[in-house]
Each structure stands twice: as structure tokens, then as C-alpha cells.
């Protein structure tokens, strides 16, 4: 068989359908609306607010998005209960050794830690969907219908860390603990999270 005749490499064409449904998701953020989102929920009486550009980490080399194929998006989420402030990480996790499994909501999410500069923070999973933070709906879109989320509870300084660090690593739990870093250069995430930290300071 001839090199133009030759079949595609499967698994290099679904990593670049993955990488290219990745950039068109970053690029749809990109509208010039309100970095910060507020909501009323009518069913649960919670008003919340968060960012409308997550994080994005990946276990590849960061600038290599060809061969970028599992993804962890990362976002904040102040949720007020007539006045009772609390703040969640949420979590859309793209992973192909998640995705599917039995255990699919275990892994190593159900504990992490990340690495903020020199700061870490471990947390525990506080929930897998978006009932458990007390709103009706969820409230990032994900990459993939098939992401799973995952909701930790954080504090007003933990939000600040994360909006104050010039670095970020996600380190799981278990046997197989993987390590997920910035996917690549996300100057409007980052810059949308500051001013989530000063909205919700006011």
C-alpha cells in the first residue's frame, strides 16, 4: 500500500478532533460579555455566580495540543443561600480512563491536591453532580457530554489562591495518581477568575 493510499492513524485523528472541539470551545468564550456571571436559581432560591472561561488542564506537554487528549476543566462557583456564602471548585473531567468505567466516579478525583506555586491545597470530593452544591442545574458547560463532574467545597482564600498563582498543578489520588497541568497559555481564564475574586469581595 502507498503512502497516499495509507489508512489515518486512528487514534492521532481522534486526538486532533479532540484538540480542535477543545479550541472551538475556547474560542465560542471569547464574546466580550461580563467575565462573571450571576444567576438566580427559581428552584432553589440560590443565587450563584462564576466564570464564563474555566481553566483547562491536561496530563500532556502543555504546548504539544496535538497530542492533548484528556482534559480537566477547572472553575469556581459562589453559591449564597439568602446570605450564606459558600464556594465550590467545580471539575469537567475528559478522561479517557475515566470515561465509561464502572467506577467511574472514583478514580483518584475523590481526592486531589493542587499545587498553587508554592502553595497546595488537598481537597475531598463534595459531590459528583450539580444538586450537591444546592442548584438546580449545572452550572459550567462541559467539553463533552460524556465529562464527569465533580464538586469540592473551597473558601474565599482558597479563590484566591487560585486567582493569585502563577502556576497550577492537579495531583490524584490512589494507585495511579496522574498530574494535569495548564494545557496552554490562558491569560482570559486567569484574568476572568481575578476579577470573579474581586466581584465577590465587594
Given amino acids: 500500500m502507498n503512502q497516499l493510499n495509507k489508512p489515518p492513524n486512528k487514534s492521532r485523528l481522534l486526538r486532533t478532533?479532540?484538540?480542535?472541539?477543545?479550541?472551538?470551545?475556547?474560542?465560542?468564550?471569547a464574546t466580550g460579555q461580563?467575565?462573571?456571571?450571576?444567576?438566580?436559581d427559581e428552584l432553589t432560591a440560590v443565587t450563584y455566580s462564576y466564570v464564563r472561561t474555566p481553566l483547562i488542564l491536561s496530563p500532556d506537554t502543555p504546548l504539544d495540543r496535538a497530542q492533548a487528549r484528556d482534559y480537566v476543566q477547572v472553575g469556581v462557583i459562589e453559591v449564597n443561600r439568602m446570605g450564606s456564602l459558600n464556594y465550590y471548585l467545580w471539575l469537567g473531567i475528559s478522561?479517557?480512563?475515566?470515561?465509561?468505567?464502572?467506577?467511574?466516579?472514583?478514580?483518584?478525583?475523590?481526592?486531589?491536591?493542587?499545587?498553587?506555586?508554592d502553595q497546595t491545597l488537598a481537597l475531598d470530593i463534595h459531590g459528583w453532580t450539580h444538586e450537591a452544591?444546592?442548584?438546580?442545574?449545572?452550572?459550567y458547560k462541559k467539553l463533552f457530554?460524556?465529562?464527569?463532574d465533580a464538586y469540592y467545597?473551597?473558601?474565599?482564600?482558597?479563590?484566591?489562591?487560585?486567582?493569585?498563582?502563577?502556576?497550577?498543578k492537579?495531583?490524584?489520588?490512589?494507585?495511579?495518581?496522574?498530574?494535569?497541568?495548564?494545557?496552554?497559555?490562558?491569560?482570559?481564564?486567569?484574568?476572568e477568575l481575578a476579577e470573579f475574586l474581586r466581584t465577590v469581595q465587594q
Avoid at 452544591?133 to 452550572?139: A, D, F, N, Q
Fill in 17 to 29: 478532533v479532540f484538540s480542535t472541539v477543545v479550541l472551538a470551545t475556547l474560542s465560542a468564550c
Fill in 170 to 191: 492537579l495531583l490524584t489520588s490512589g494507585s495511579a495518581p496522574r498530574e494535569f497541568v495548564s494545557w496552554y497559555r490562558q491569560a482570559a481564564a486567569k484574568e
Fill in 95 to 117: 478522561d479517557t480512563e475515566l470515561v465509561g468505567s464502572s467506577d467511574s466516579h472514583h478514580g483518584g478525583f475523590k481526592s486531589i491536591v493542587l499545587a498553587l506555586g
Fill in 153 to 168: 467545597e473551597i473558601t474565599l482564600e482558597h479563590v484566591r489562591l487560585l486567582a493569585e498563582a502563577d502556576s497550577m
Fill in 133 to 139: 452544591i444546592g442548584v438546580s442545574k449545572p452550572v
Fill in 145 to 148: 457530554s460524556t465529562s464527569l
Fill in 34 to 40: 461580563a467575565p462573571v456571571v450571576e444567576k438566580l
